[in-house]
């Protein structure tokens, strides 16, 4: 496994669509290994393809401890909304408010390309809006309302999806 270099904000890759997934390759192992150490070493709870360059459909998120893979990810159900603090490690020392559904339904591919459906809310249904957004080139600032402010280094990890 090994760290990769998060791609930042004004990087062309982070504006591109990513393409699905068709079959899971030792190289794609080896990417999903990379971008869960990754993620972990920046302090992040959402990393998706595109952060590390990759323009493929594939994000890994942990929130509390059930790290879980998503390959070829669609929302298949949203409901309800909530406010608050948003960052991404592509947008170092900012944050600001974004509006996310506060419960989603996402049907995916595990590391096995085996389907499975998953349901989150509040932080784990921020992390999949996020990360989602990610694959179709889409940052989180698009959709900022009040604009970003700066915040520091602990503040930041609270506010990664």
Do not use: W
Request: hydrophobic fraction near 35%; charge should be negative.
């Amino acid at each position: 496994m090994a760290i990769r270099t998060i791609r930042t904000i004004g990087d062309p890759v982070l504006t591109k669509k990513c393409k699905e997934v068709k079959a899971m390759t030792p190289r794609l192992e080896t990417l999903i290994d990379d971008m869960f150490e990754t993620m972990y070493e920046s302090g992040g709870v959402g990393l998706a393809a595109p952060q590390v360059g990759i323009l493929k459909r594939i994000v890994v998120i942990d929130v509390d401890d059930s790290p879980v893979v998503l390959i070829n990810p669609v929302i298949t159900e949203q409901s309800g909304e909530q406010t608050g603090p948003e960052g991404c490690l592509s947008v170092p020392g900012k944050a600001g408010d974004v509006t996310r559904p506060e419960k989603v339904t996402v049907k995916a591919l595990d590391r096995e390309m085996k389907e499975f459906e998953l349901t989150g809310e509040e932080l784990l249904a921020r992390a999949i809006t996020h990360e989602l957004d990610h694959l179709e080139g889409k940052l989180y600032v698009e959709l900022v309302e009040g604009g970003l402010y700066e915040v520091s280094a602990e503040e930041e990890e609270q506010e990664q999806p």
